[in-house]
């Protein structure tokens, strides 16, 4: 049986276009089709069921919907069986896929771009905050201005960015080292940053076990220590005075992982 092409009609909206939607089996234009539903197998009769109302309005499909019959939407765009541009400037492609807000954008199967604005891109991507974007087959941005980036990441937090979900996360791979104080630093920094904090830890330790015996007034000592911690070691040197009077005494000590410096300087006196 050859297809049949079933009219179908436009609001009476300057530059809105409405395609003719081909189909295969049935007479007269009647055809099974699942619906807006997708899950009910129904016969319709195609005419008149894709709608085109607005200025510079578009649809094609089956059931395709560029405004409604009643509520015009300037330049929107729909494309797909029952895909619906519901607001000016709004975008539906793929079955099914809704796009109810200005300047929204949905592109898939049963995509759904339902907030002001939003987009979604993927098989059963939405994106409910305003602001939102959804990438990937059911990527899901539900919060404001979320961001949900590859197949099933969810995004459900104000201002954030996702690349997986609880239980199916992502590595982000070739990240550069970060410059600015809010830019993401990559593992190569964060570890450099674990080895200045390991190597003053160790240090502070050599110089902790850099021990003399108590001086005497006009003595002089000189003392020794090592320090190890999370795998990094470090050697100190340590030398303390005592004034022949016994009421003043100072210090000083170095110490070095090899790599990291530190040097501790002091004096102090007493009286009654």
Known sequence: MAPIVAASNAANSAGSTVLP??????TQGVLQTFGPSGNTLTTVNAAGTTVANGVDTTATGLGAQAGTATTPATG????????????????????????????????????RATADPATAIGDSSLASGNDSVAIGANAQATAT???AIGAGSVAADPNTVSVGSAGNERRITNVAAGI???????????????RVAYSGTAMSFALNGAVMPPLDPGEKG???????????????????SIS????????????????EWGLQLGWGMKWQ
């Open 76 to 111: 929107a765009t729909a494309y797909g069986a029952y895909a619906q541009a519901l607001a000016p400037n709004a975008t539906a492609i793929g079955y099914r896929s809704v796009a109810s807000f200005a300047g929204g954008v949905a592109v898939g199967n049963n995509a």
């Open 180 to 194: 600015n104080p809010t830019d993401a630093v990559n593992l190569s920094q964060l570890r450099d940053v674990s």
């Open 222 to 240: 000189l003392g020794i220590g090592l320090g190890a911690y999370k795998g990094y070691s470090a050697v100190a040197l340590q030398f303390k």
């Open 21 to 26: 939607t081909t189909v295969g089996g049935g």
């Open 145 to 147: 201005r979320a961001v």
């Open 244 to 259: 022949t009077l016994g009421y003043r005494a100072w210090g000083v000590g170095v110490t070095t992982t090899g790599r």
